[in-house]
């Protein structure tokens, strides 16, 4: 199995910050990367996928880049409402698997 | 509007069984693939089962992950629109919010729209 990690675990950050998460793959798994954002107690949502397309309907200030192994999800200024939980996930083979997520935290 | 509605969560003790369900709408269900997603509560995400939408039913590409493989089938009825789980000889570790998660046709195989999830307790 792909095992995905993320890092940091967590991040204090402010509003209007740039902040850049992490995600490491076991081994290449191309561009086979998706995003998740996921807020308390709600479905998680897809952000980005094949590591650097923007789901319709996102935000402009989520990128994402990566190729690969290594991958990140990088938020130009942070809002409000983006102070949740961030997941990636691999999609290149089964069994799919998720990275452990990354809480962002408000400073 | 596209729409995934999970059911029939619920409490259910050890070695038991539950069947959830998930109805989807305003998309057409059997030219998409299907997964099962669930999170233990305070956890992360875990991937469950897939199903591919071909018919008849013994063509189905099926997948599971390790932690249900042998206790949970997934299956579903195009014509009802609707994907299942049957998930038996059930354990605490089992305890989660399942979702079911439609696989985009973008082929990068990602899960593009989601249901609110079903909540499945499993204790004595």
């Known amino acids: 199995d792909i095992q995905m990690t993320q890092s940091p675990s967590s991040l204090s950050a402010s509003v209007g910050d740039r902040v850049t998460l992490t995600c490491r793959a076991s081994?290449?798994?191309?561009?086979?990367l998706n995003w998740y954002q996921q807020k308390p107690g709600k479905a998680p949502k897809l952000l980005i996928y094949?590591?650097?397309s923007l789901q319709s309907g996102v935000p402009s200030r989520f990128s994402g880049s990566g190729s690969g192994t290594d991958f990140t999800l990088t938020i130009s200024s942070l809002q409000p409402e983006d102070f949740v939980t961030y997941y990636c996930?691999?999609?290149?083979?089964?069994?799919?698997?998720f990275g452990q997520g990354t809480k962002l935290e408000i400073k | 509007e596209v729409q995934l509605v999970e059911s029939g969560g619920g409490l259910a003790q050890p070695g038991g069984f539950l069947r959830l369900s998930c109805e989807a709408s305003?998309?057409?269900?059997?030219?998409?693939?299907m997964n099962w997603v669930r999170q233990a509560p305070g956890k992360g995400l875990e991937w469950v089962s897939y199903?591919?939408?071909?018919?008849?039913?013994?063509?189905?590409?099926?997948y599971y992950a390790a932690s249900v493989k042998g206790r949970f089938t997934i299956s579903r009825d195009n014509a009802k629109n609707s994907l299942y789980l049957q998930m038996n000889s059930l354990r605490d570790e089992d305890t989660a919010v399942y979702y079911c998660?439609?696989?985009?046709?973008?082929?990068?195989?990602?899960?593009?729209?989601w249901g609110l999830g079903t909540t499945v307790i499993v204790s004595s």
């Open positions: 094949g590591a650097s």
């Open positions: 998660a439609r696989q985009s046709n973008t082929g990068l195989y990602d899960m593009d729209v």
């Open positions: 199903i591919s939408p071909s018919s008849p039913a013994s063509s189905h590409t099926i």
């Open positions: 305003g998309f057409i269900f059997n030219n998409y693939n």
């Open positions: 996930q691999q999609s290149f083979s089964m069994p799919r698997t």
């Open positions: 081994q290449s798994i191309r561009s086979y």
